[in-house]
């Protein structure tokens, strides 16, 4: 059976952390109207892309559409932040793909879904690289394999919710990269010094909204 990928933090999402910074450590955090809490992945306004060489001609793009995320945000202290993400690899989609395509992808000389049947990243070290960055380090387990992978975030915003939408909300964007063949997908991998196949480094993109907990509007006082 199919389980959604769990950010992106992004693809993670997938994702986290405002104001981070390995080389920041005197650098304040941006402020941050969005409480510290528990966050849920907003799938409306979530997207995790994914880039590769094809024969060095262009970049192949395709998206995974099924995962979730949770973050655990805390804007005063975004080190101690922590997000955990989940896809699905069988939601694999790219553009106008020939017939098979997809089913070739899914199959056991790439993501081999039917058999690992989930893609995770969990943080293990979030560092601040400036007032609204941070670098994300975290196992990724894809293949059945598992090894560290860097995402370089920036948070975008947030805010404590208001009257139409009564949720906190914050937003971040993600990149980072790494190699297939480290993950034991080596299919098609051109030969040393030819471009002939598909590339080895995956480069990925992460979107990701979140929302937290409800908005608490003041009372008024008498």
Known sequence: MRRDFVIGAAIALAVSIPQCGSHAKNVAPAKVDAPAGVYTLDKAHASLIFRVSHMG???????????????QFDPEHPARSHVE?????????????????LDSLHGPEWLDAGKF??????????????????????????????????????????????????????????????????????????????????????????EAEFNGPAWKPAKNKK
Do not use: C, W
């Open 57 to 71: 001609f262009s970049h192949f793009t395709g998206r995974l559409s099924h995962f979730d995320a949770t973050l």
């Open 85 to 101: 993400a989940t896809i699905d690899p069988l939601s694999l989609a790219s553009y106008n793909p020939p017939a098979g395509f």
């Open 117 to 206: 049947s989930t893609i995770t990243f969990r943080s293990t070290k979030v560092q601040p690289t400036g007032r609204n960055t941070a670098r994300i380090t975290g196992d990724f387990n894809l293949h059945g394999v598992t090894h560290p992978v860097v995402l370089n975030a920036t948070f975008n915003g947030g805010y404590p919710g208001v009257n139409l939408d009564p949720h906190a909300r914050i937003g971040f964007s993600a990149h980072g990269s790494f190699k297939r063949s480290q993950f034991g997908i080596a299919f098609g991998i051109p030969a040393p010094g030819s471009n002939m196949g598909v590339g080895d480094e995956v480069d990925v993109t992460i």
